[in-house]
């Protein structure tokens, strides 16, 4: 379960940061979808940071 979910994780952000590399190349605006998975995927990774670092320090702490 862990391993689909790492491989989707970064299959997205591989796809999102791609697609907004070429549209500011191109010097094209970004689709409001593409906004929306890249806002999402970054909130996902910030609460996941945070989680695991509270995970840490109660581990440290125990």
């Known amino acids: 379960m862990m ?10 952000a591989s796809v999102i940061l791609s697609a907004a590399k070429r549209n500011r ?3 094209r605006p970004h689709p409001p979808l593409l ?3 890249g806002y999402l995927l970054c909130g996902l990774s910030a609460g996941l940071a945070l989680a695991l670092g509270y995970v840490a320090l109660t581990l440290l702490g125990a």
């Open 3 to 12: 391993e689909f979910a790492a491989l989707t994780y970064g299959l997205l």
């Open 25 to 27: 190349k191109l010097a």
């Open 35 to 37: 906004l929306y998975v």
